[in-house]
RNA sequence: AGGGAGUUAGCUCAGUUGGUAGAGCGCCACCCUUACAAGGUGGAUGUCGCAGGUUCGAAUCCUGUACUCCCUACCA
């Protein structure tokens, strides 16, 4: 047996674990198994993304619930992939080539999407190599990419079925637009940021009078735009101007005054300006009055031959041309300080301008309705669950879908327009001809889908939808639905619905199961992650430094779900210091199995009964306990309840008592003794390491491999649960619980006086138990050794109180044992500090009997409450009594 | 503005049918006791945001209120 290093080093254990487990293929799935599927889809991350912290947490829980399902006799099956993000890695390559001074216009759409496919092949698999790191399983095989062949062909078969459907139009509508991108691009994209900006208040003469009609605007240049403005249709001040026009200054154009109780009357002037070209609301309300919509700008975000004079300005020129222009025309009346909520564009940072323009769209409406019904229903879960109300809401106000993107890197439309009769013939393979006039001048659609196109059909096209080839269709026989979906809040919306509706529509079900929401990961002061911050932790570096299993350990134990997690390095360390604290308790171990006989049964081995002793008892019921807590927790998915039970469980009982308790067995016993010892702590220990695993699977991966007991690999071995372990969990005892809670107890005890009265660990002290019960004093001569090693005792009587004069008392009680720790003091200390210790004891027990007191003499209470209440609350006064009598007696002995 | 979540120890957070407040980290004291100083033992620390109500009894249920955070939509 090989001995192992005294700390516990990951780097070099992690790397070698990682590998060994994908070369023996334990990650991998089988399209067809006689065991119960289980599948997770990995939300795909940027194709041009580095790990983050965000995905190392999302990560992390995936892994849990796969290799949790794997040892429990599932077929697991995680499919990895990653996203072409279109926008995100367009950019990307970009920024790349503007180093070179070369843009994306000079090479030509073909050239340039080579550019992105070499950055891709080169840099792609990054993210897949950090994710190994973490260390997760995931059936490598299965890996796909957005813009592989198979999705590919779902992407245009799902467009192509929804638009013969008439779900999937092309309209002239208001989008959010980036300049820089030249592009629509979605919601998701666009970041509201608070600016301090001014709001400008500009007359606008009305025709036929010399008065003016004030409105108020945070844009000054889209008044270029205007095409009415509006008043509410009771605001007596301007009622009888309702029909009358105006004129917009600097272009001299006449435009109506109409009415909406889409205006309040109580802000600014009561007047606002209507551009319906350039504002979302405006648009409303120019589709509600049939306005003019006048596009101001270009795609670059310049003003257009509509400004007229401003023709070929930036936004912001434009904007300061327009306001010095009125300002020399006297029209400007006012500017004052204004907060407002500018929309950024997430890639480019520009400000995010409404624009008008022909782009595809998906009708929601229909598609809706089963993705709300499955929610209401149940067969579709959120946890937590109050994430269902905000699905519902959304789907509730959903609107249409802007698929159309002007980008060149993603998956093209496959519509082709026909120069001669301009109808677009629309189909999953390429035309020859325009199908309704059979014209050959056919072009196809420049556009690209918007990323979430692909992604909304992933957890089919994935599993080989809609190849209709026997693998196929087996892999999604038994793989789809899914069984969680795990991802954060942020894009429930622009995914998770997508997902449920595509899912729906074209494989008649839901993607999956469950959704759990996990919160943002947060720096340890709850603020977003972020470069500009400086505040953004790399995963990687944390593995690096701490380990990987120090980090998923430091997730899963303070995942509380649904709540943002707030990350904090601090833990990660005190996380390490648990996987170091196992790794030490297993070198222990491991040291005193040298001369264990391995018996041929392996884990089936049970316990000699003649031997066994009260302290194996004792943990195998505390096994018993944690193996039942972590089952109940992992199938309610309360992670860190089982994580916290397993890290008590190992520290507080096994380490801090099971493996102090059995050390003089290890030295000194009888050969049986022995043997029945090192294979219940061989056994305990082999399924500790199987319980930690999904939580710590490099770790418990290495010890493993050095457990005298053991099969082929950790992480395909069973996962104990109190139904697997039954013989062996058989062994346990109540009594034996009973008899070492006693012993600990009077342990702590000592410990106790000694702590308090500062009396050093190297005095053996000499005591006195002072017990009358026959059983109990039984139980504490059958346990004599262990109390005088632990308590560190040079002599130890046991009976009757005797003399207490000048001693240390602490009496110990559980259920009906009544035991009096007695230690002389007399010439160890002065005993100031052992009467404070006892006043401070005694001032708490009487502060007990008077809040017992009063409730029990309470007759109300004695009424209603709970009879066990009353019963317990009895003993406890009773209890509480004895002993403030006991510890005053002892305090009489100082005088 | 609408919707959601939260407020418990110095920090991060548990607290599942109402029954004398818990954990980890941090802190203090003493210890290199032969697995582990990334360790051991002991200790201190809370008007459970505030105010009412229901109840014999409230961190827990109800009402109101203050503050914080998130999401969605933003007033021109």
């Not at 889809?41 to 796969?66: C, E, S, Y």
């Not at 194996?616 to 199938?635: N, P, R, S």
Request: glycine share 4%; aromatic share 10%.
């Amino acid at each position: 047996m090989k001995t192992l290093a005294d700390r516990y080093s990951p780097q070099e254990v992690e790397i070698k674990v990682y590998k060994a487990w994908e070369e023996a293929g334990y990650f991998k799935a089988e399209d067809q198994s006689k065991k119960p599927p289980f599948s997770i889809i990995l939300p795909p991350p940027n194709v041009t993304g580095f790990l983050h912290l965000g995905h190392a947490l999302d990560h992390t829980i995936q892994d849990l619930l796969i290799r949790w399902k794997r040892m429990s006799g599932f077929n697991a099956m995680w499919l990895p992939g990653t996203d072409h993000a279109g926008i995100a890695t367009q950019s990307v390559v970009e920024k790349e080539l503007k180093k070179k001074t070369i843009t994306r216009h000079q090479l030509g759409r073909e050239k340039f999407v080579n550019e992105i496919w070499k950055w891709k092949n080169e840099y792609g698999d990054r993210i897949y190599n950090q994710m190994r790191r973490l260390g997760d399983s995931c059936d490598w095989d299965r890996a796909t990419f957005t813009l592989d062949e198979g999705v590919s062909a779902a992407v245009r078969k799902v467009f192509v079925t929804l638009y013969k459907k008439n779900a999937i139009y092309k309209g002239l509508r208001l989008v959010n637009w980036s300049g820089p991108l030249e592009t629509a691009i979605s919601d998701l994209e666009v970041e509201h940021q608070q600016v301090k900006g001014l709001m400008y208040h500009i007359n606008y003469p009305i025709d036929g009078t010399s008065d003016f009609l004030t409105i108020a605007t945070t844009r000054p240049e889209t008044m270029l735009g205007d095409t009415a403005l509006c008043v509410h249709p009771d605001d007596d001040r301007y009622k009888k101007l309702i029909g009358k026009t105006v004129t917009v200054p600097l272009i001299n154009r006449k435009i109506k005054i109409i009415a909406d109780t889409y205006v309040d009357k109580d802000f600014g002037s009561g007047v606002v300006k209507i551009t319906p070209a350039h504002d979302f609301n405006d648009y409303k309300i120019g589709k509600t009055h049939k306005l003019e919509f006048i596009n101001l700008l270009t795609k670059k975000c310049e003003m257009n031959e509509n400004a007229g004079p401003y023709e070929g300005l930036k936004v912001a020129d434009a904007r300061k041309k327009v306001l010095e222009d009125l300002k020399a025309l006297g029209l400007l009346v006012k500017e004052e300080p204004h907060m407002n909520s500018i929309g950024h564009c997430s890639r480019s940072g520009a400000v995010v301008e409404p624009f008008l323009s022909e782009q595809w769209f998906m009708k929601m409406d229909d598609l809706a309705v089963p993705a709300k019904r499955v929610v209401e229903s149940g067969s579709l879960r959120f946890e937590p669950e109050s994430w269902t109300k905000v699905y519902l809401h959304w789907m509730n106000n959903i609107e249409d879908w802007c698929i159309s993107r002007q980008l060149w890197w993603g998956h093209r439309i496959p519509a082709w327009h026909c120069a001669e009769c301009e109808k677009y013939t629309v189909s999953e393979t390429t035309p020859t001809q325009c199908e309704n006039c059979k014209s050959s001048k056919i072009t196809q659609d420049e556009d690209v889908l918007d990323t979430w196109f692909s992604s909304g059909l992933w957890p089919f096209s994935t599993m080989g939808w809609p190849n209709e080839e026997a693998h196929s269709v087996e892999t999604q026989k038994t793989f789809y639905p899914t069984n969680y979906l795990v991802t954060g809040h942020d894009i429930i919306f622009f995914w998770v619905a997508r997902m449920i509706m595509m899912g729906l529509e074209f494989k008649k079900d839901v993607p999956f199961r469950t959704v759990y929401v996990h919160g943002l990961v947060r720096d340890s002061q709850g603020r977003k992650m972020s470069k500009s911050l400086g505040n953004s932790i790399d995963p990687i570096e944390m593995i690096d430094k701490h380990g990987a299993d120090a980090l998923r350990f430091s997730f899963l134990a303070h995942l509380f779900s649904g709540k943002d997690f707030k990350f904090s390095e601090q833990r990660v360390e005190s996380y390490r210091n648990f996987m170091n604290k196992v790794w030490n308790a297993s070198r222990f171990v491991l040291s005193n199995l040298q001369d264990f006989k391995v018996p041929v049964e392996g884990m089936k081995a049970l316990p000699a009964r003649a031997h066994i002793s009260v302290f194996d008892q004792w943990i195998i019921a505390k096994l018993a306990e944690v193996e039942k807590q972590v089952e109940v927790a992992l199938e309610a998915e309360r992670f860190s309840d089982a994580a916290t039970a397993l890290y008590q469980f190992i520290w507080n009982q096994f380490c801090d008592w099971y493996i102090e308790f059995t050390k003089p067995i290890m030295h000194s016993s009888s050969p049986d003794d022995k043997q029945t010892t090192q294979l219940v702590m061989a056994q305990v220990l082999n399924r500790i390491v199987r319980l930690l695993h999904p939580f710590c699977p490099f770790l418990t991966e290495e010890i493993y491999s050095n457990l005298p007991i053991k099969n082929q690999a950790c992480i395909i071995d069973q996962y104990p649960t109190v139904k697997n372990d039954k013989d062996f969990l058989a062994f346990a005892s109540k009594e034996a619980e009973f008899e070492i809670d006693i012993v600990k107890e009077v342990i702590t005890a000592i410990r106790n006086i000694r702590g308090e009265n500062r009396i050093s660990p190297a005095v053996k002290l000499n005591i006195r138990l002072g017990v009358t019960q026959d059983d109990v004093q039984k139980i504490l001569s059958h346990n004599r050794s262990a109390i005088m090693n632990l308590g560190r005792i040079a002599t130890m009587d046991i009976g009757e109180d005797g003399d207490m004069m000048k001693c240390a008392v602490a009496p110990v009680v559980l259920g009906d044992a009544r035991v009096k720790v007695i230690i002389p003091l007399e010439g160890l200390v002065d005993f100031n500090e052992e009467i404070k210790r006892i006043h401070k004891t005694i001032e708490k027990l009487e502060k007990d009997v008077s809040l017992l007191n009063g409730k029990l003499s309470n007759e109300k209470f004695v009424q209603n409450a709970d009879p066990e209440v009353i019963a317990t609350d009895r003993v406890l006064l009773q209890q509480s009594k004895e002993q403030v009598v006991s510890l005053k007696e002892a305090l009489t002995r100082f005088q």
